[in-house]
T-cell receptor, first 113, second 113 residues
């Protein structure tokens, strides 16, 4: 167990809806990253938050947004859901400067119908 | 050319044998390299990190890095059926956001009892 918790574990939405996924980082970690993992693919970097600000973003549209709170927990919001957004969403926490070692939560499986 | 390439497998080895997993990457300036293990339906788990050329051993696992050839590998000695999983190679790109990793698509390892 990494100490990174995500909720919910599973979610079913319909196209066009909005979704919020939540993540609590491991104690002592101040950076949260979000990744999307489609079936049969490796995780893809969505964005990272450090000190409550976005600190790097991958090739994802603006309808993917996030927040980090003072206790380092984080949210991922996705608006106007599309069928291709169906994937496992992974939150990873780390300590800034610790050679990029990421510790993943168990993920949220999102299905968009 | 993909940024991080792995053979998708499956790589099938008998119990007790050495499993050899390979990964190549395109960004010559990459500094940090990781191997994650992912069981079916679970999140990735960090098993090895390597930052300099050569070998790094941890129990039954050995990571090998050759920056000149842009090649990183993972050897698993005395393979066990419990090692059956997808192994993800991840690379930290030059100039990217701290803690951003680029993942390969993973190699499925099947250890036959």
């Amino acid at each position: 167990e990494t100490g990174v918790t995500q909720s919910p574990t599973h979610l079913i939405k319909t196209r066009g809806q909005q979704v919020t996924l939540r993540c609590s980082s491991q104690s002592g970690h101040n950076t949260v990253s979000w990744y999307q993992q489609a079936l049969g693919q490796g995780p893809q970097f969505i964005f990272q938050y450090y000190r409550e600000e976005e600190n790097g973003r991958g090739n994802f549209p603006p309808r993917f947004s996030g927040l980090q709170f003072p206790n380092y927990s984080s949210e991922l919001n996705v608006n106007a859901l599309e069928l291709d957004d169906s994937a496992l969403y992974l939150c990873a926490s780390s300590f800034q400067g610790a050679n990029e070692k990421l510790f993943f939560g168990s993920g949220t499986q999102l299905s968009v119908l | 050319q993909k940024e991080v390439e792995q053979n998708s497998g499956p790589l099938s080895v008998p119990e007790g044998a050495i499993a050899s997993l390979n990964c190549t990457y395109s960004d010559r300036g990459s500094q940090s390299f990781f191997w994650y293990r992912q069981y079916s339906g679970k999140s990735p788990e960090l098993i090895m990190s390597i930052y300099s050329n050569g070998d790094k051993e941890d129990g039954r696992f050995t990571a090998q890095l050759n920056k000149a050839s842009q090649y990183v590998s993972l050897l698993i000695r005395d393979s066990q059926p419990s090692d059956s999983a997808t192994y993800l190679c991840a690379v930290s790109p030059r100039g990217g956001a701290t803690n951003k990793l680029i993942f390969g698509t993973g190699t499925l390892l099947a250890v036959q009892p």
